[in-house]
Each structure stands twice: as C-alpha cells, then as structure tokens.
C-alpha cells in the first residue's frame, strides 16, 4: 500500500507544478515552461502505468486520462515557442478530466 500512497502524493505534487507552471506563465515568469515540464513528467508516467495496470473496463478512462497528458504536453511545446493558442490545449485537458471525473464505470 505503501507504493501507492507514494505514487499519488508524486501524482499530486506533479498536478501542483503543473498549475504553478500555468500561473507563472500567465504572469509572464521565464521558468514557467520548465516548471510545467517537470509537473508533467509524473502526471504524464504515472497516467501510462495507471493505463497499463489497469482493468479492461478501465482502458477507455484511463486511455482519455493519457490523451489530456498529451494535451499538457503540446500546451508545454506552444508555451515553449511563444504561440498564443497553449490555453486551447488546456482547456482541452481540462475538459478530458472534468468528463473522466463525472464518468460512471459500468
């Protein structure tokens, strides 16, 4: 049990650098992508060992759970060359969790 409770506060600790990341970006800090980048690299191993381990009626969730870290990560590529649209991929990852997190497994 142990080795779970160290994955979730990593996952936790990940999903906190991530939006300090966002904000630092939003108030213009340079480090911001670097900070995201690191945020994401748990959220994002974490996500593909949730998918692997995971159950058959699990798969789809936590398939949907990858493709929004994927999302994160073309956000860190447009905020790492300065195009306006990284909040789209936000947003979009955003709305793939708020649906996982309302999603009823059968």
């Known amino acids: ?46 996500r593909i060992y949730n998918f692997i381990i995971a159950a058959p009626p699990r798969k789809r969730i936590n398939g949907i759970l990858m493709l929004s870290a994927v999302f994160l990560a073309a956000a860190i590529w447009a905020i790492y060359f300065k195009k306006d649209y990284w909040i789209i991929f936000i947003a979009l990852s955003a709305v793939l969790d708020g649906y996982v997190s309302f999603r009823k497994i059968v």
């Open 1 to 46: 049990m142990g080795f779970y409770r160290f994955l979730s506060g990593l996952y936790y600790a990940g999903m906190a650098l991530i939006l300090a990341g966002i904000v630092m970006h939003i108030i213009e800090m340079p480090a911001a992508v670097w900070v995201f980048a690191i945020g994401l690299i748990p959220v994002l191993g974490i």
